[in-house]
């Protein structure tokens, strides 16, 4: 899972499997980081009310 | 796409059987339970979660009483190499968390018991039953403890285990030479458990691809077989019966096909 | 400043955070995945220097040599003794599991007293001291009460220097009540002294090594018959040579299936078709000039009772298959050898059969042939000061089982008719018994008889390394070691060719409070004082075994074998019998449709020693499965009897029903139920402990009207759904 | 905290606009740093003096003095059988060729004649270097045919005049060496660690490889 | 009294009911969660399980919720991806059902291996060979992705609402759907891909074998295409049995209809692909290892013969093809539920197969079929995710406004 740990090579069956893992983690953490960061600035620009969507 | 790291040309341990010798005793399979620190339940009669490393099955010609003909076949792990001998053995390359491997060195398919976290999914791959888990925790009532060998670790409950062609006496008869400063083994040095206590003699065991061992020579007998080579699991344990119907209880055959004493892929590694 | 629980909050997530940034979790993280590898409540091997040391095997008769692998003191494993002749390296299952044995929950860990009622198995335990005061209370009443002839001894064996101790023991009481359990080679030295006029002890070895061509009247020859470990080899070398190997029997046993020879014939015709090859032998002219009397009268019942065509009907052959195995048999090129003894030899079995397949051999030429069969003096190499004076001093009196006198002057013990002899009389012709390395309750046909005979008993003294169906019965037992816990010297029969002894050696410190029986007879004998005492003039056992064995002792202390050469014994004139006797092999009911036959397993021990549990094992799901034992028929027989292959079915004989379970195979004759036998002991370890059925309770003994041994074989009974 | 107490804590974040005057952000932070900080010292100080327990040895070993005595170093004591496994740490018959009485060095070696030596004890000592059950380790493959010092795995306890404390780990029940000193698994020597990684490290320079996992799992 | 969480003008029933539910349920998953202590405790001897029935109940149980499942991802792909925008009246029900679905696998996987505590060590160690590590890290990168598409969803509860983090942080998901929905999309074909690569890789086992295009075995397409074209059958099946028991129509009749038809096709091309892979794979790979196809089913200790082939491809493949392909019959209210039924049956049916069939079948010719019957604690904590997720799709539809139609249909009547 990380280079560090005893079973890691650096062949392509490793670098396609994990470079696809951590790309996805990856996307997963910044969405979500993107998210939470969004809705901290906008909370903090006090923008809230259930009417301005749906 | 597994990348082969590159080996030394390094030895290939195998085994041939021969069953016109097997009478069926069952001294490989107690014998290997003695050296491998393999536990016994109190009711151990339902085998399909018996422990057995080495297991005698019973097969039949299937033709009635009293020309019904009985061999015994012991089946050890047949530590598959694969096609060519790369180590992509059907258990190996499917084991989750690399808790088997096939050593280039001695072409045996390892199990390493801490590391297993007994997902099952080997014994799934494997086509010889060779593989079984532990279902249960082994215990060893009373002073039975005594009789654990220090050279194998004795299995917890919920992982795989399987014969191992007695790797610690490999490992013992190394250190041996490695004292007497060799570096090479004797064919006597490093037998299995099985191969000693068999009564009949009907195990050989071996470097199948050096050609002082006998196993080498035997291999090539034209009554020597090996279970499922149409799989291309590639075993490492020869058979050899002067039956033919034995020979052919060897494999699988569509109906009217002939049966084929040499391997479909034989091409690939010799 | 305010504190609101946002603060803590922020704490919180402070500590959160900083606690990703030490070790902490990583490391806790691999610490329990550590643990979970190496939970507590799994043994550790302990580590040391290993060391081998060579002893003998004592399970079966077989006589290997074996060597045993210690780390430290502890015994770890058994293997084969590469050196030794009989099993060169081999080992079977039984034997590997030896240290199982050693370190067993069975083993008895120190002398007891009986608590419960008998067959209970409840004990207290007590000192040594105690333990051979008791003994000596016991021997000093019968001895007061003039009744010390009463005093009986069983052993498992009549060679070797412990059971002459016991014999020396009861003798020099006055009692003549030394007895063994009968084996196959009890028979066949009835046949040497039935058919050849022998007197004394005499014993059958067979030149299998140099046989061409082998015919077995349903001996189990690799199942374990006579030593299992030689007889192996000796069928590989026949299958090397391609040694012709037939063997007749009811089912592919092991080695039927080994020989790739089947001749299956009806059950209980094995005596029958011996008599046709008989018939046709003489009637082809083929057989062998000597000197036999009675030949004319013996060509002349084959002729009236067994002519081939007779013995086709009956045995369910074709007349020209007998004939023509006839002509290859008793062709002097073929080197041929005819052997019986059902099974693993361990019962004695009908005189019929044995004598029938003898004289087979001796119309070939066979007997005291190469290849062939052996008459050699019994050995007598153990002889100590006074033992003539001894003999003579019980000789004229009667033995409780009537061995050697009357009508039983074939046989030097007949254990089988003790039973029968006290239930009938309703009381004990014994009053005081020894049992040693026997299993007689367990080995004894008609089981509830023997217990029933037993528990009138007044007093047992067992001799056991562990419980089993006899120690149950017992008053009191005075352990003896484990065979690798002892000195023993052990000389071996199992018919081979050379006579052997082996030495088993104390190659574990003792892991109980036991004794070696050995020295056990001896104190006992000391503690009886005056003449008695003067008869056991050694020091202990181990001083007794160097006198005796003399310049042999330092030869088997480093070896563990000694070799011998036999010289076979001078035949003189052959008698051939003029009439067979006519005791049906199958015993029971017969309106009963079926025929059940005792079958010996590989796997399964039946006789005085129980299955540890490697052997446990190992047995087949076709023979044991849960608690109970697996019956085999054929599909034709389950059809007929409404019967499924798994499925519980009841099993009733004259003595006995019982539930199984059913195993349809193609591998046996229709009408015929075979049942394995060495199962359902009791007091064993608890591996085998109650499971399955003892073969013993469902036959019915038939006392053979020549020699007087039990000669049941088989015995007729039904097996419906359950 | 100022808000009615029957209202449920998991309806905390409820209390939106109107209770702005909670701690202000300064606060807040402080917070964070003292939590992050208190863990930051329990996980680097603390933990470590808790994982592990702390074991006398029976008594006390001079290495020093007796490899001062000896001909073929650490092999004099710690020998190989004759089967080629290694014995490990000598046996009291080893020690008691010379120790048979007591030779009044030091207090140690009173205990030892007395305790261990007159009652022919085994002296249960604690092995620092003791690898788990699975493992199997040749020493003679990497003593005789590496030709490796003893001390690049055990470090320098041939020159050490006092044994240690035996600081055993409270899970695994491993030795502290095992891991290593240093509670992050940083190493800094060729003998500050001997789990796998470290057995595999070396495997990889000097071999190519690491190699099968049979070579030292058993 | 749980009026305040309610949707507001959303009619549900009383809460007593409600609650009595829940505690019938409750009670379900705490015996589920007795059975799984017991396996955790005890070990896996608590099962029938044996040598040759390692992968039983359990396995086809985990396979099966993950390719019923796959309805969050295919209606989350087509919906975010492919823009298909009506689908979002119901998108949210099916990630809800995904969300179950994945964790019951999850849940199960964590019983069914025999050192649960070791269980990350797949992770860790890794064994990139292997489709089960390739099941197992899209599997829990996918149910993490769940998680992220039902939180806003929750959030958008009307206390959780109130607070203005919660609703911003909702509203911002809500914008970022697309790129999770994408990135799930990826990892679900992916995973459901290796699922099917977990028997077919399998080559010590003919009849789970299927030689391969590129380093994945056929299964791997199959098993994708099939839990996309079938998921949304469960979806819909799961989402009409909600409308019974809540008397009410939850979702226009267009969005079920342009589901349908999409699943139709899928299924169409599936089972054209099953077929002529179950064609291959008997006259070709199967010979070639001595296996003629009766072999595989003649002996069999179900006695189902090859009838479990038939059922499964004509029955359950192509009937409910055609029913979803043709307006016809997706007009026909009893067809239209008979094939969505089917179809999920046929999935179900599939996995079954090749979850028992491949490891239970003698490769040796003189090995033997055995039996296997599960044992309660086995049966026990396969019904605990059910029940488990029923209480999460009642908890939902109850408190959480998860059908955007739910109002404007109901307020017709």
């Known amino acids: 899972m990380f280079p560090f740990i005893f079973e890691w090579v650096w062949d392509e069956g490793h670098i396609m499997f994990f470079g696809a893992m951590w790309y996805v983690i990856l996307i997963l953490a910044s969405g979500l980081g993107y998210c939470l960061i969004k809705a901290v600035k906008d909370t903090l620009a006090g923008g809230h009310g259930p009417q301005d969507h749906h | 796409m597994k990348k082969e790291t590159e080996h030394k040309p390094g030895k290939k341990y195998g085994m041939v059987i021969d069953l016109d010798k097997c009478t069926g005793c069952g001294s490989c399979m107690a014998a290997c339970m003695a050296e491998n620190n393999v536990p016994c339940k109190d009711d151990e009669s339902n085998k399909l979660s018996s422990i057995t490393w080495i297991r005698v099955y019973r097969l039949t010609n299937r033709k009635p009483f009293p ?168 075993p490492k344990v020869y058979y050899i019966s002067s039956r033919e119907w034995v020979r052919r209880a060897g494999d699988n055959y569509l109906k009217n096909e002939p049966t084929n004493s040499k391997p479909r892929a034989a091409a690939h590694h010799g | 400043m305010k504190i609101d629980r946002r603060s803590f909050l922020a704490l919180g997530l402070g500590a959160a955070a900083g606690t990703a940034f030490t070790p902490l979790p990583w490391k806790l993280t691999d610490d329990a995945s550590i643990w979970t590898q190496n939970w507590r409540w799994l043994p550790l091997p302990e580590d040391g220097d290993v060391t081998y040391e060579t002893t003998a095997c004592t399970l079966c008769p077989g006589g290997c040599g074996i060597r045993v692998r210690k780390v430290k003191d502890r015994i770890v494993k058994i293997e084969g003794l590469p050196e030794h002749p009989v099993n060169q390296g081999g080992i079977c299952a039984l034997g590997i599991s030896g240290t199982q044995i050693l370190y067993g929950g069975s083993r008895v860990t120190s002398p007891m007293r009986r608590s419960g009622d008998r067959g209970k198995n409840e004990w207290t335990r007590i000192t040594w001291d105690e333990a051979l005061a008791e003994v000596k209370a016991q021997i ?25 101790l016991f014999k020396r023991l009861l003798a020099v009481l006055g009692s003549p009540n030394f007895m063994t359990t009968a084996t196959m080679e009890d028979s066949y030295r009835a046949v040497f002294r039935k058919m050849h006029g022998l007197k004394g002890p ?52 092991n080695t039927a299936a080994f020989s790739g020879g089947l001749l299956a014939v009806n059950p209980g015709t094995e005596a029958d078709l011996a008599l046709g090859l008989c018939h046709a032998i003489i009637s082809g002219n083929l057989h062998q000039a000597g000197s036999v009397s009675g030949f004319a009268e013996f060509a002349n019942l084959l002729k009236q009772k067994y002519s081939v065509d007779t013995v086709a009907t009956k045995t369910g052959l074709k007349a020209t298959a007998i004939v023509d195995l006839a002509r290859k048999f008793a062709n002097p090129a073929s080197r041929s050898v005819a052997v019986c003894g059902r099974g693993k030899g361990t019962t004695a079995g009908s005189m019929r059969e044995f004598m029938a397949v003898h004289a087979l051999n001796i119309l070939a030429g066979r007997v005291n042939a190469p290849g062939g069969v052996f008459a050699v003096p019994a050995p007598d190499d153990i002889a100590w000061a006074g033992d003539t004076v001894m003999t003579s001093a019980i000789s004229g009196k009667t033995r409780i089982d009537e061995a050697g006198t009357g009508a039983y002057t074939l046989a030097d013990s007949l254990l089988n008719r003790i039973p029968s002899g006290i239930v009938e009389k309703g009381e004990s012709s014994i009053g005081l018994l020894f049992v040693s390395e026997a299993n007689p309750v367990y080995t004894l046909s008609g089981t509830k008889n023997v217990r029933k005979a037993f528990k009138k008993i007044p007093y047992i003294v067992s001799f056991a390394t562990c419980l089993d169906d006899t120690t149950a019965y017992a008053d009191l037992i005075l352990p003896n070691h484990s065979y690798l816990e002892r000195y023993q010297d052990v000389p071996v029969r199992a018919g081979l060719s050379k006579p052997l002894v082996n030495l088993t050696k104390p190659v574990s410190a003792p892991v109980y409070d036991t004794q070696n029986v050995g020295d056990t007879v001896i104190s006992i004998a000391k503690s009886l004082e005056g003449s008695v005492a003067e008869a056991f003039p050694w020091e202990n056992y181990e001083d007794c075994l160097a006198k005796t064995l003399g310049g042999r002792w330092e030869t088997l202390k480093e070896k563990g074998f000694v070799e011998g050469e036999a010289n076979p014994v001078a035949l003189g004139n052959v008698i051939l019998p003029s009439e067979m006797p006519d005791i049906p092999a199958i015993s029971g009911d017969g309106n009963l449709p079926l025929i059940l036959l005792p079958k010996d397993s590989m796997r399964l021990w039946g006789d005085a020693v129980a299955d540890p549990p490697f052997a446990l094992k190992i047995v087949p799901d076709t023979e044991l499965k849960g608690t109970e034992t697996v019956v085999e028929v054929s599909p034709k027989t389950a059809v007929a009897q409404g019967l499924e292959d798994g499925k519980e079915a009841v099993l009733t004989t004259t003595l006995k029903s019982v539930t199984v379970k059913v195993a349809v195979s193609d591998g046996i004759m229709d009408g015929v139920v075979a049942i394995p036998r060495g199962l359902g002991r009791s007091s064993a370890e608890k591996y085998l402990d109650d499971k399955g059925v003892n073969v013993c309770e469902l036959m019915e003994p038939q006392e053979d009207k020549v020699s007087g041994f039990d000669a049941v074989i088989g015995t007729r009974a039904s097996l419906k759904r359950a | 905290m100022s808000t009615s107490n029957h209202e449920a804590d998991s309806l905390a974040p409820g209390e939106a606009p109107d209770r702005k005057q909670g701690a202000p952000g300064g606060v807040i932070v402080l917070f964070f740093i003292v939590g992050f900080a208190l863990s930051m010292a329990f996980g680097w100080l603390v933990f470590p003096k808790l994982l592990y327990s702390e074991k006398n040895q029976p008594f006390d070993f001079n290495h020093k003095i007796h490899m001062d005595l000896v001909d073929s170093g650490c092999e004099s004591c710690h020998v190989f059988r004759e089967d080629g496994t290694y014995a490990g740490v000598p046996t009291l018959a080893q020690c008691a060729d010379c120790h048979q009485d007591v030779q009044g060095e030091s207090k140690d070696e009173e205990v030892f004649v007395n305790e261990y030596v007159a009652n022919e004890k085994e002296v249960p000592w604690l092995i620092y270097s003791r690898q788990p059950d699975c493992v199997f380790f040749s020493h003679a493959a990497h003593v005789k045919m590496a030709e490796m010092e003893c001390k690049e795995c055990h470090g320098d306890i041939g020159e050490s005049e006092s044994l240690k404390v035996y600081r055993e780990n409270r899970i695994t029940g491993y030795s502290q060496d095992i891991w290593g000193e240093n509670i992050a698994g940083i190493r800094k020597n060729t003998w500050d660690g001997m789990k796998m990684t470290d057995c595999g490290k070396c495997h990889e320079e000097r071999m190519g490889s690491k190699g099968p996992c049979f070579q030292c799992h058993k | 009294m749980d009026y305040d969480f309610i949707p507001k003008g959303h009619n549900r029933c009383s809460f007593g009911t409600f609650a009595a539910g829940m505690v019938i349920l409750g009670v379900i998953v705490l015996w589920g969660f007795y059975a799984a202590a017991l396996c955790w405790i005890k070990g896996l001897n608590q099962t029938n399980m044996n040598d040759s029935y390692g992968f039983a109940l359990w396995i086809w149980a985990d396979l099966a919720v993950i390719a019923i499942g796959g309805g969050a991802f295919f209606t989350g792909l087509l919906r975010y991806v492919i823009g298909l925008d009506e689908l979002k009246n119901i998108i949210n029900f099916a990630v809800i059902v995904g969300f179950c679905c994945y964790c019951s696998a999850m849940l199960i996987l964590a019983i069914d291996i025999g050192q649960p505590l070791r269980g990350w060590f797949i992770f860790w160690h890794a064994n990139v060979h292997s489709m089960l590590t390739e099941v197992a890290f899209c ?51 992916f995973h459901q891909g290796s699922l099917g690569g977990v028997t077919g890789v399998l080559f010590g086992r003919p009849f789970g074998y299927r030689e391969g295009i ?73 010979p070639s290892m001595g296996f003629g196809l009766m072999d595989y089913y003649s002996l069999h200790p179900l006695h189902h013969g090859i009838w479990i082939l ?61 039996t296997y019957f599960p044992s309660w604690q086995e049966i026990a904590t396969t019904i605990l995710p059910f029940a488990g997720g029923i209480m999460v799709v009642a908890l939902s539809y109850r408190y959480l406004p998860v059908f955007p139609q739910e109002k404007e249909l109901n307020s017709k009547r």
């Open chain 5, 139 to 189: 599997l829990s990168l996918y149910l993490c992705v769940l998680a992220i598409e039902y939180l806003p969803l929750i959030l958008e509860n009307g206390k959780i609402d109130e607070v203005p983090f919660f609703h911003n942080l909702s509203h911002t998901m809500h914008g970022a759907m697309a790129v999770f929905a994408a990135t799930g999309a990826f990892l679900s074909c």
């Open chain 5, 214 to 286: 590129f380093v994945w075995p056929w299964t791997f397409f199959l098993y994708t295409w099939s839990a996309a074209a079938c998921g949304p059958c469960f979806t819909m099946l799961t989402c009409k049995i909600t409308e019974t028991i809540t008397g009410k129509r939850l979702v226009k009749d267009n969005v079920y209809d342009l589901l349908a038809k999409i699943s139709g096709w899928m299924i169409g091309t599936y089972i054209v692909a099953k077929i002529a892979d179950t064609v291959y794979w008997a006259t070709v790979t199967s």
């Open chain 2, 67 to 234: 020309e019904t003909e009985i061999c015994y076949l012991p089946r050890p792990c047949m530590h598959c190499g694969g096609v060519g001998d790369q180590g992509h053995s059907p258990c190996v390359s499917v084991c989750p968390a690399t808790a088997t491997d096939y050593d280039h060195g001695t072409g045996i398919v390892s199990q390493i018991y801490t590391r297993c976290f007994g997902c099952r999914y080997c014994m799934a791959a494997c086509p010889y039953h060779a593989r079984y888990f532990n279902w249960w925790d082994p215990v060893w009532p009373g002073d039975l403890k005594k009789t654990l060998s220090p050279n194998v670790s004795p299995r917890m409950r919920g992982v795989v285990e399987k014969c191992s062609f007695c790797f610690h006496r490999y490992q013992l008869a190394m250190e041996k030479a490695y004292v007497e400063g060799r570096r090479d083994l004797e064919e006597g040095e490093y037998q299995t458990a099985c191969t000693q206590a068999c009564p009949s003699g009907a195990i050989t065991f071996g470097d199948l691809d050096n050609p002082d061992h006998a196993v080498a020579k035997m291999k090539e007998h034209p009554n020597a077989f090996r279970l499922l080579e149409r799989l291309q699991t590639n």
């Open chain 3, 140 to 164: 000093n009443a019968l001895v007061d009460a003039d009744k010390a002839d009463t005093i009986a001894c069983i052993t498992g064996s009549d060679r070797g220097t412990v059971p002459l």
């Open chain 3, 202 to 253: 005499v014993d059958v070895r067979f030149d299998f090594e140099n046989t061409g061509f082998v015919l077995s009247f349903g001996s189990g020859l690799i199942e374990g018959w006579g030593s299992p470990l030689r007889m192996i080899r000796a069928a590989n070398v026949w299958k090397a040579n391609k040694t012709p190997m037939i063997q007749v029997e009811q089912r592919l046993s």
């Open chain 5, 310 to 370: 038939i059922l499964e491809i004509v029955v359950c493949g192509v009937v409910p093809a055609l029913i979803l392909i043709s307006q016809k019959g997706r007009a026909t209210k009893p067809l239209f539920n008979l094939a969505i039924v089917l179809a999920v049956l046929g999935v179900c049916l599939n996995r079954w197969v090749m979850v028992m069939t491949p490891m239970a079948m003698p490769v040796m010719t003189f090995d033997s079929w055995v």
